[in-house]
């Protein structure tokens, strides 16, 4: 067991180690201001939940109304009597009443009072139709006048961030109930869905709804059904009311709200996630989305801080394994993505389920895993390329070796291959040799030939794994040097019973290293002999178009398998089969002769069928 923990590299884990201290950190925190961004985006961009068809129409007492009544507000118990003589004409659904009337001042204001709450009960003889709506101050709750209080009030005060949550006194939660009552929104969608056969709700079984023992009321964040300063509910002014200018049914069956909208008092604006820098918002038309989302519960389920944190430290493991193990531009693109996949999933959660995750601590987690991995990602890299770096400078310096003493090694093989070739030749002219012994003089002679190219084989070699092959190019006609291969191969191909044919068109002369195309000719030319087969044929055929000169050498003898087609220009690789075990070679042939076509700025390819024999093309630049 010691000494499995002693052969675990820690300085691997330190990465991860930082991460989870940085995580765990970050996750004791809360980040409510760029909560309240993402929040709120999601709501402006809430597309299914604008699909709610309004059931609501607002009265406004506004500048205009004080103009055409000459009053003000809160306008005298006769307008008002005068308004609710109109909407009982029109048999609203219900009504609510956000107006701060006052106690009367005169006998008249009195007698109109009565009038108002003789209409009201004739409205709503069982007070389930009419509510006040009030708010709360700093001397407490602003009740209706005394006379008016047995037709029933409810809170209506709209809740801001100003505590808790963002602390930008936005709108997001409404208050459900306080201290065991109803408010007045929650108690609209009681009754309204109550009138249309729909299941009441109570405060806590709507979705999200949650107690606050300090308020001592149940919240709930709920979704606006669109941006309340837009044209989607149907408002208008008080005075066109009273003087009854709405077309019939304006208001039959609907939920009626009734309250101020002053441009000159900022008192009646508020802000929401659609305007948070102005309170541009009136408190009329989000006393209506209010009551939208309670009728149709969209309200927002939170989801648990600790789910979040959790995900945060898994989502930390996954992606530092990640990041370390992929390269650091995938590893850019996996965050990336892993960004996206968070903001969709937590939009999708929104949007179909009504659930809000809140993303501070996923994104920001990611963000600390990148910004930590990175660094190490980059020493590690930096590490194993000064390690490559390292490798690449000994290789070099054992490759410079290797070929100094190849160079070196068949440099001095030269000299007593040629003095035995030279014997060897002594050895047939000046003596009378007998048969057996001539036949031995050819096999020295022959032996000396082979190991002399495969000498030649290893220099060029040398020559071009050091770069010091240089082309020393002139004009010359291809097929002259074709016609001096062909004389002079001619009796080995007879040798074997074999025939050269050729059909050499008229060329113009090219640019070209005439020692080179000589060796890459002898050699295909010669693997013909070797490899084909005797009674064969080999036909050297040339062509050329504007662009190429076209060489062709192709035989009829036993061909190459596609498996060793695929490697024949590969470097010391033969084909290994029962016809050319016995051939010697040093596997560099083919491998020189593509190297040269291609310093040609040429191509060769090779075509084969076993037992139909084998073609090249050489193609070499028409200049």
Same mark, same amino acid.
């Given at each position: 067991?010691?000494?499995?923990?002693?052969?675990?590299?820690?300085?691997?884990?330190?990465?991860?180690?930082?991460?989870?201290?940085?995580?765990?950190?970050?996750? =004791?925190?809360?980040?409510?201001?760029?909560?309240?961004?993402?929040?709120?985006?999601?709501?402006?961009?809430?597309?299914?939940?604008?699909?709610?068809?309004?059931?609501?129409?607002?009265?406004?007492?506004?500048?205009?109304?004080?103009?055409?009544?000459? /009053?003000?507000?809160?306008?005298?118990?006769?307008?008002?009597?005068?308004?609710?003589?109109?909407?009982? /004409?029109?048999?609203?659904?219900?009504?609510?009443?956000?107006?701060?009337?006052?106690?009367?001042?005169?006998?008249?204001?009195?007698?109109?009072?009565?009038?108002?709450?003789?209409?009201?009960?004739?409205?709503?003889?069982?007070?389930?139709?009419?509510?006040?709506?009030?708010?709360?101050?700093?001397?407490?709750?602003?009740?209706?006048?005394?006379?008016?209080?047995?037709?029933?009030?409810?809170?209506?005060?709209?809740?801001?961030? =100003?505590?808790?949550?963002?602390?930008? /006194?936005?709108?997001?939660?409404?208050?459900?109930?306080?201290?065991?009552?109803?408010?007045?929104?929650?108690?609209?969608?009681?009754?309204?869905?109550?009138?249309?056969?729909?299941?009441?709700?109570?405060?806590?079984?709507?979705?999200?709804?949650?107690?606050?023992?300090?308020?001592?009321?149940?919240?709930?964040?709920?979704?606006?059904?669109?941006?309340?300063?837009?044209?989607?509910?149907?408002?208008?002014?008080?005075?066109?009311?009273?003087?009854?200018?709405?077309?019939?049914?304006?208001?039959?069956?609907?939920?009626?709200?009734?309250?101020?909208?002053?441009?000159?008092?900022?008192?009646?604006?508020?802000?929401?996630?659609?305007?948070?820098?102005?309170?541009?918002?009136?408190?009329?038309?989000?006393?209506?989305?209010?009551?939208?989302?309670?009728?149709?519960?969209?309200?927002?389920?939170?989801?648990?801080?600790?789910?979040?944190?959790?995900?945060?430290?898994?989502?930390?493991?996954?992606?530092?394994?990640?990041?370390?193990?992929?390269?650091?531009?995938?590893?850019?693109?996996?965050?990336?993505?892993?960004?996206?996949?968070?903001?969709?999933?937590?939009?999708?959660?929104?949007?179909?389920?009504?659930?809000?995750?809140?993303?501070?601590?996923?994104?920001?987690?990611?963000?600390?895993?990148?910004?930590?991995?990175?660094?190490?990602?980059?020493?590690? /890299?930096?590490?194993?390329?000064?390690?490559?770096?390292?490798?690449?400078?000994?290789?070099?310096?054992?490759?410079?070796?290797?070929?100094?003493?190849?160079?070196?090694?068949?440099?001095?093989?030269?000299?007593?291959?040629?003095?035995?070739?030279?014997?060897?030749?002594?050895?047939?002219?000046?003596?009378?040799?007998?048969?057996?012994?001539?036949?031995?003089?050819?096999?020295?002679?022959?032996?000396?030939?082979?190991?002399?190219?495969?000498?030649?084989?290893?220099?060029?070699?040398?020559?071009?794994?050091?770069?010091?092959?240089?082309?020393?190019?002139?004009?010359?006609?291809?097929?002259?040097?074709?016609?001096?291969?062909?004389?002079?191969?001619?009796?080995?191909?007879?040798?074997?019973?074999?025939?050269?044919?050729?059909?050499?068109?008229?060329?113009?002369?090219?640019?070209?290293?005439?020692?080179?195309?000589?060796?890459?000719?002898?050699?295909?030319?010669?693997?013909?002999?070797?490899?084909?087969?005797?009674?064969?044929?080999?036909?050297?055929?040339?062509?050329?178009?504007?662009?190429?000169?076209?060489?062709?050498?192709?035989?009829?003898?036993?061909?190459?398998?596609?498996?060793?087609?695929?490697?024949?220009?590969?470097?010391?690789?033969?084909?290994?089969?029962?016809?050319?075990?016995?051939?010697?070679?040093?596997?560099?042939?083919?491998?020189?002769?593509?190297?040269?076509?291609?310093?040609?700025?040429?191509?060769?390819?090779?075509?084969?069928?076993?037992?139909?024999?084998?073609?090249?093309?050489?193609?070499?630049?028409?200049?």
């Amino acid at each position: 067991m010691l000494n499995r923990l002693k052969s675990v590299e820690f300085s691997k884990f330190a990465p991860l180690l930082v991460t989870l201290a940085f995580i765990l950190i970050l996750i =004791q925190y809360s980040f409510h201001p760029l909560e309240s961004i993402f929040f709120d985006f999601w709501e402006k961009t809430d597309f299914p939940a604008k699909s709610f068809k309004s059931s609501i129409v607002l009265v406004s007492l506004d500048e205009e109304s004080d103009q055409f009544l000459g /009053e003000t507000y809160p306008y005298t118990y006769a307008s008002h009597t005068r308004l609710m003589s109109r909407l009982m /004409e029109d048999q609203p659904g219900l009504i609510n009443y956000y107006v701060s009337l006052r106690e009367p001042d005169s006998d008249v204001e009195a007698r109109y009072q009565t009038e108002f709450h003789e209409n009201i009960k004739s409205y709503s003889p069982s007070n389930d139709k009419f509510k006040f709506g009030t708010e709360i101050d700093n001397l407490g709750e602003l009740i209706p006048p005394e006379a008016l209080r047995d037709v029933g009030y409810y809170l209506g005060q709209l809740y801001k961030d =100003q505590l808790v949550f963002s602390k930008d /006194e936005v709108v997001r939660r409404a208050i459900l109930n306080i201290s065991g009552e109803d408010s007045i929104h929650l108690w609209t969608a009681k009754r309204y869905r109550e009138l249309n056969n729909m299941p009441v709700i109570d405060a806590t079984a709507y979705k999200g709804a949650y107690y606050n023992s300090e308020a001592d009321a149940n919240f709930a964040l709920f979704k606006y059904s669109g941006n309340p300063t837009s044209s989607r509910i149907p408002i208008i002014p008080f005075h066109r009311v009273v003087v009854g200018n709405f077309p019939k049914g304006f208001f039959k069956d609907k939920i009626v709200l009734v309250g101020p909208q002053y441009l000159s008092n900022s008192s009646d604006f508020i802000l929401t996630p659609f305007e948070k820098e102005n309170a541009k918002t009136p408190k009329l038309a989000v006393h209506a989305d209010v009551i939208e989302a309670l009728v149709s519960e969209k309200t927002i389920y939170d989801v648990d801080d600790l789910v979040t944190q959790i995900a945060s430290i898994l989502i930390a493991i996954l992606l530092s394994y990640i990041i370390s193990r992929v390269q650091p531009v995938k590893g850019l693109m996996i965050t990336i993505l892993l960004i996206i996949g968070i903001l969709l999933t937590s939009y999708l959660a929104f949007v179909t389920l009504g659930w809000w995750i809140k993303l501070s601590h996923l994104v920001l987690s990611i963000f600390v895993v990148y910004y930590i991995w990175v660094p190490f990602r980059a020493i590690e /890299e930096y590490q194993t390329r000064y390690a490559i770096q390292e490798e690449t400078k000994l290789l070099k310096q054992v490759d410079n070796l290797k070929q100094n003493f190849i160079s070196l090694m068949s440099h001095d093989l030269k000299t007593p291959v040629a003095k035995i070739a030279g014997i060897a030749d002594i050895l047939k002219i000046k003596f009378n040799n007998t048969p057996e012994q001539m036949e031995l003089i050819d096999n020295v002679v022959a032996s000396t030939k082979e190991l002399n190219n495969f000498i030649n084989s290893i220099l060029d070699l040398t020559k071009i794994e050091s770069q010091n092959l240089t082309l020393r190019k002139e004009s010359k006609d291809v097929n002259k040097i074709i016609e001096g291969i062909i004389e002079k191969l001619e009796f080995e191909a007879n040798a074997k019973s074999m025939k050269i044919e050729s059909d050499l068109s008229p060329l113009y002369p090219i640019q070209i290293d005439t020692v080179l195309m000589n060796r890459v000719i002898s050699n295909l030319i010669e693997n013909a002999i070797k490899y084909a087969g005797r009674d064969k044929t080999i036909s050297v055929k040339t062509w050329d178009d504007p662009e190429w000169v076209y060489i062709e050498i192709r035989d009829n003898g036993v061909g190459v398998g596609p498996d060793d087609l695929a490697h024949i220009f590969d470097k010391f690789y033969r084909v290994k089969n029962d016809s050319t075990h016995a051939i010697k070679g040093s596997g560099l042939g083919l491998y020189l002769v593509k190297y040269f076509i291609e310093l040609h700025n040429g191509v060769i390819t090779a075509t084969s069928q076993l037992g139909e024999g084998t073609s090249f093309i050489i193609k070499l630049k028409n200049e």
